[in-house]
């Protein structure tokens, strides 16, 4: 089946570059693929091989060495990944985003035109060190506390000093930890009282003095993520690093809310992966298992059928809702994409259950990539801001509360 384009892929350049993701998926990551998961080691080689293809600057402009991708391009991309390596397309999605954010996202963003230059010139050189060091950049925001979830303050915090920030503070989940050569973290400007518009947007050298990862990782699914805690400790950073300018990381989140989705093609491509696995399984085409066949029985067909539609249902709203991603969407579209997110990570789960209880015990053994699937598919709902359990709240408040009525 075809995973990544439909009759939503209407470019030629879309089609191009989602089966060169496919072929590097097919050829080359899916063999790989166990082994990060057994080890809880990141995928080194992968990356390599994105380097190689230039798939690591998948969103940056063409003029400036990369593919000039759209979101919903990224996301067809690396729902595509997905399909091979789960934390390959995870963790790409962490690197991948500090290009779109400060890319097309930003473009569509209101700036002062003495802002707007700066950012352009800071972006270039961001671009470049990914174009020609080959640079890797994580994202780590989420703190354990109430800031990740889009309620709160980041409570790591940059103190202005002359000619940059000293920052402090601590991120939980940082994939790529120990892997990127920066970290896009975000953080408070620290004032009397620290406030959400305040978020700054800084790319801190994994080398600066002051920064260590800690911690153990040994997961129960996207193991190859190596998402580890990241201490900073008095670490200065330059003007320079600024990956938005002051504010317009704020601006992004409330104005442009897809930029939250990303996470979820990944999980569009397990889903899918589920799928493929069900199929090519019954039909005893399972490369390291007997040619024995399944499909003869009515209900492998009903299973296999039912999976077909629920994945169908699922796809659907993917490509729906990336393809209203824009600024200042309607609240129909944002609501949608709040829906789909939560279709695909439940989703993804449960065609994972359904691959399990229709293959049988042998599909789960560790020889064969669905038990790993099945892991890793149960990690996408837990992704913050947008959990399916806040995709569920923000649904309900917006269905029922127009912008700033209340019950008082
Ligand atoms: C494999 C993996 C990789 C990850 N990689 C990254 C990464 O690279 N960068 C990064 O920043 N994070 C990353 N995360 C972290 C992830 O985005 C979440 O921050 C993390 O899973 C939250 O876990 P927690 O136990 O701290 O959640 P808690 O904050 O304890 O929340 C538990 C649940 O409560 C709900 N909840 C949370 N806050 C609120 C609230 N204010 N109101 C109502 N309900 C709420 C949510 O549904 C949430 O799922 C990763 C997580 C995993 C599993």
């Known amino acids: 089946m075809d995973g990544g384009a439909s009759a939503f892929t209407t470019t030629e350049k ?3 570059l989602i089966e060169l993701a496919g072929s590097l998926g097919r050829e080359k990551f899916a063999e790989r693929a166990a082994k990060w998961d057994r080890e809880a080691s990141f995928p080194f080689a992968n ?3 994105l380097r190689a293809s230039k798939l690591s ?33 995870l963790t790409f999605n962490m690197h991948v985003c500090s290009t779109l954010w400060t890319g097309v996202l930003a473009d569509d963003l209101d700036m002062t035109p003495q802002q707007r230059e ?25 703190e354990g506390g109430d800031a990740a979830a889009g309620k709160a303050p980041f409570g790591t915090v940059a103190r202005k000093v002359d000619g940059g920030y000293i ?21 408070t400007e620290e004032k009397p009282k620290l406030s959400r518009a305040d978020t700054l947007y800084l790319a801190v050298p994994a080398d600066a003095e002051g920064v260590s990862v800690v911690g153990d990782w040994d997961p129960l699914g996207m193991r190859g993520t190596v998402s580890r805690t990241l201490l900073m400790k008095d670490v200065f950073v330059a003007d320079e690093a600024e990956l938005m300018p002051q ?14 989705m990303t996470l979820a093609p990944t999980y569009m491509g397990i889903a899918q992966a589920c799928y493929d696995f069900t199929i090519q399984y019954l039909r005893g085409e399972m490369p ?61 789960q449960d065609l994972a259950r359904l691959a399990v209880r229709t293959c049988g015990g042998q599909s789960m053994l560790k020889t064969l990539p669905l038990e790993r699937m099945y892991r890793d598919a149960r990690c996408g709902s837990l992704m913050l801001p947008w959990t399916a359990e806040l995709c569920i709240d923000r649904l309900g408040r917006e269905a029922l509360y127009k912008p700033g009525e209340t019950d008082e």
Request: glycine share 6%; proline share 4%; charged share 20%.
């Open 14 to 16: 879309q089609r191009e």
């Open 47 to 49: 990356y390599d091989d």
């Open 118 to 142: 700066t950012h352009n010139r800071r972006r270039r050189e961001h671009y470049r060190r990914i174009v020609e060091d080959g640079a890797i950049y994580a994202q780590p925001f989420s």
């Open 288 to 348: 390291g298992t007997p040619p024995v066949k399944r499909r003869m029985y009515p209900t492998k067909q009903i299973a296999v059928a039912e999976m077909f539609v629920k994945l169908q249902q699922t796809r659907a709203l993917f490509l729906h809702a990336i393809s209203d991603a824009k600024v200042d969407p309607t609240s129909e579209e944002r609501m949608r994409a709040y829906a789909a997110q939560y279709t695909i990570m439940e989703n993804a």
């Open 247 to 260: 504010g317009i990381y704020f601006q992004a989140a409330s104005r442009w809310p897809h930029m939250f």
């Open 167 to 187: 920052l402090n503070g601590k991120k939980i989940f940082a994939s790529l930890s120990g892997a990127a050569n920066y970290y896009g973290i975000l953080c």
């Open 57 to 89: 600057a998948l969103c940056i402009p063409v003029d400036q060495g990369g593919f000039g991708a759209d979101f919903a391009t990224y996301c067809m991309v690396s729902a595509e990944l997905g399909r091979y390596c789960g934390a390959t397309a």
